[in-house]
């Protein structure tokens, strides 16, 4: 079961002011919709993540198209969409990206408007970005880069050994190798190593909201279920995660609470698990994407 | 962050605020035959140093501008004065000294530096020095430590064997010429037989003056089995109209002796600064370089060692900044010509701000100088897409049996990282920050911290100025 949006629903919830109002919505699927995943697509529901009508354009391209979005605390909500829909760019506009104009609409992370803020900012908010290509910084050491990441965020420092040790500790139980603690940031990582080391900081950061852009492609079997095993601990009640993915391994092991289909820059319906379950099994096309 | 930057800019203008020129002689502008002859008669030098100077005046006239490296063009002899005397007194403590030079002075933090950390220092305002002192304890060693002016008076046995003759000859190149024409300053280092001065000597050159010349003259000589740090520093302050930097340094390493020579150049970004840096190194001998270029309009240095005894070694170590506007060139030349002489070079250089460096190299191995090793390494990193690094590594090889290694790379700082670092929680100047301390690590590691924390202070410095 799940709601498919048209445009005239759309334009109606940018006027939809408080929850009683949701009766305005002219879906045709109007009376199946159930908690949890409605209180995503209901404003002024007190989400953790909240993305209202927005629009942005990457080098003169407009991308996203009227996105709108809600995350409450402690779910999990997947992002599914053809190639091409806007879905990095959205997770990019969301943390921020100094390479992607907001024309229109807002952000809000924890009831704060924060549309524009730096990404440095929306990070000690406690938003983080897994990368699906993580840049490569040559000649920057992972160990210091995480420790000046850690300095920044103004925490105490342990001693460089305990740092390291702790850090390696956590590698270990994520099934990463350690030795790539010793090597520059991303630089020469494998498509895995760089998934785990994406993984790596997911765990150590430890965010209130993360956006993870396809952690699981180029992930084999083994991995997909050491980062699943991670992940479920934002099942906390606290902290919430919106995941790309395009596979349904994943799917299977953190039971999403909703699912949204995105396509030509907006989300284009929203659903649970059963919606990600009708796409793995019929595509994208029943969306005219 | 704000606050940090905010003292930075305060330090800055302090070094590149002008103060009011003082001097009690000057030449005219521009250079000529009698222009030469006035400096060498307000200095009441002997003949010897006054023929010296005319016959480097007469290869200055016969040699052409260098047809490679930056751009000269707008360098115009006719308006660059080019002997200043500021005072004609030499002083052996601070309380002695002028309180406007004094005050410079203090503003930099030397007297105090002097104090904790040197074994000896000269201080030198435009042409000349005002001051020089070295510490009893290296004195009555033997140990000399004062102004090449003083020196040709004093010393003239050990000025005439080693100034300008071997080691940079006058007719060595135009700029050369033009040095030995119009030098004036510099310090005169000699380190007797197995004397080991364990702090390090400084000297510290400030140009004040617009549209003027420095042309200080640095001589080391580190007799057999010694060893000594000296220390250079260089400031100007900022004026619209271009001046010239053209020293010239000779070091003398002798059997087993060693010598550290650290610089950091600061001028301001309307020197030219084109300078010339040679030592002999002897058999077992050790020459270290180690410079920060980071000032200045455009620089061409090539720090140069010549490996003439069994066993000599060599290390090059080179940061260069070319920040908006700026133009280094610069690099390191070895050449080996005894057998098992050994040399690392390691040049790092940065450009931002549509900043220009180019590294130039000559690496040569003589022919007999077997089982010799080198190695050289330079690696540029570009913060920005408007800036430029070009690489031209020469070398020439004569001998089969030796070992060779080049590196170079090239990494421009791009968007997607630093949104990826951002993204983390730092900001822009920490993001940027981590990427030169991880680029620079390899070269701060080998550096004495003082120096190290010095660099990165400055680097910070030119970078605030053009960055976020």
């Known amino acids: ?289 | 962050m704000v606050k940090l930057l905010s003292k930075i800019s305060d330090a800055q203008a302090l070094w590149e605020r002008s103060d009011p020129e003082r001097w009690v002689s000057r030449t005219g502008k521009g250079i000529s035959q009698k222009i030469v002859e006035e400096i060498s008669s307000l200095k009441g030098e002997p003949d010897w140093m006054r023929e010296k100077r005319l016959a480097a005046y007469r290869f200055f006239e016969s040699k052409q501008m260098p047809a490679w490296g930056v751009d000269l063009s707008g360098l115009n002899f006719d308006d660059i004065t080019f002997f200043i005397r500021p005072d004609e007194r030499r002083f052996k403590t601070w309380d002695e000294v002028p309180g406007d030079i004094r005050r410079v002075y203090d503003g930099l933090g030397i007297p105090e530096a002097e104090q904790k950390f040197l074994a000896g220092l000269v201080g030198q305002y435009e042409s000349e020095s005002f001051y020089g002192r070295i510490r009893e304890k290296w004195e009555k060693q033997g140990v000399i430590f004062t102004d090449t002016d003083t020196a040709v008076k004093k010393y003239p046995d050990l000025v005439k064997e080693y100034f300008m003759t071997r080691c940079v000859p006058i007719a060595d190149h135009k700029f050369a010429a033009l040095h030995g024409a119009v030098w004036s300053g510099g310090s005169f280092v000699y380190i007797p037989k197995g004397v080991h001065v364990d702090l390090p000597l400084q000297a510290y050159f400030r140009m004040n003056a617009s549209q003027s010349g420095q042309f200080e003259h640095t001589l080391i000589i580190a007799e057999e089995g010694s060893s000594v740090h000296y220390i250079e520093s260089c400031t100007a302050p900022k004026y619209t109209k271009d001046s010239l930097h053209s020293a010239v340094v000779e070091i003398f390493v002798k059997k087993g002796a060693s010598v550290r020579y650290t610089t950091i150049q600061n001028w301001s970004k309307n020197v030219y600064n084109l300078n010339t840096k040679r030592a002999i190194v002897e058999e077992d001998g050790k020459m270290e370089w180690v410079g920060g270029s980071l000032g200045s309009k455009a620089t061409m240095l090539y720090p140069m060692s010549v490996l003439t005894g069994r066993g000599a070694h060599a290390r090059h170590l080179n940061i260069a900044l070319a920040g908006p506007g700026q133009w280094k060139d610069t690099g390191a030349k070895v050449i080996h010509g005894a057998p098992h002489t050994s040399s690392r070079v390691i040049s790092k250089s940065i450009s931002l701000g549509g900043g220009r460096s180019s590294y130039r190299g000559l690496l040569k191995i003589a022919k007999g100088a077997r089982g010799s090793k080198a190695h050289v390494q330079c690696d540029a990193l570009l913060l920005d897409e408007h800036s430029q690094s070009d690489t031209y590594p020469y070398m020439e090889i004569y001998e089969d049996d030796v070992s060779l290694m080049h590196e170079a790379t090239v990494n421009r700082v791009t968007d997607d990282q630093l949104f990826y670092l951002r993204s983390r929680g730092l900001s822009e100047e920490q993001a940027l920050d981590l990427i030169l301390a991880g680029f620079l690590d390899p070269i701060s590691r080998e550096l004495p911290l003082d120096y190290a924390i010095e660099l990165n202070r400055f680097i910070r410095m030119e970078m605030a100025g053009s960055v976020g």
């Open chain 1, 1 to 289: 079961m799940f709601v498919v949006y048209h445009e005239s629903v759309v334009c109606i919830r940018e006027n939809v002011d408080n929850v009683s109002e949701r009766t305005k919505f002219d879906s045709p699927y109007e009376n199946t919709y159930d908690p949890p995943y409605i209180m995503s697509i209901v404003p002024n529901m007190n989400s953790l993540l909240r993305v209202d009508n927005l629009y942005a354009r990457v080098e003169g391209k407009d991308i996203l198209s009227g996105v709108s979005l809600a995350i409450p605390a402690g779910e999990i909500h997947f992002l599914v969409g053809p190639n091409g829909s806007g879905k990095t760019t959205l997770a990019n506009t969301l943390m921020g990206s100094p390479q992607i104009t907001v024309t229109a609409g807002a952000v809000s992370f924890d009831g704060e408007e924060i549309t524009a803020l730096p990404p440095e900012e929306r990070a000690k908010k406690g938003l983080h970005l897994w990368f699906q290509h993580p840049a490569e910084i040559a000649g920057v050491g992972y160990m210091p880069f995480l420790r000046s990441v850690a300095a920044s965020r103004g925490d105490t420092l342990p001693p460089e050994k305990e740092f390291r040790d702790a850090v390696a500790a956590r590698a270990e139980e994520l099934e990463m190798p350690v030795a790539l603690l010793e090597r520059n940031l991303n630089e020469g990582f494998s498509g895995g190593e760089k998934k785990r080391s994406e993984l790596l900081q997911l765990a150590v950061f430890a965010p209130r909201f993360a956006i993870l852009d396809e952690c699981d492609s180029g992930l084999d079997v083994d991995g997909i279920r050491a980062a699943a095993k991670a992940l479920q601990a934002f099942r906390d009640g606290r902290r919430s995660l919106l995941v790309i993915t395009h596979h349904g391994a994943l799917r299977e092991y953190l039971h999403p609470d909703a699912v949204h289909v995105m396509a030509r820059g907006r989300i284009v319906a929203s659903g649970g698990e059963e919606l990600a379950i009708a796409i793995e099994r019929d595509g994208f096309g029943q969306f005219g994407a």
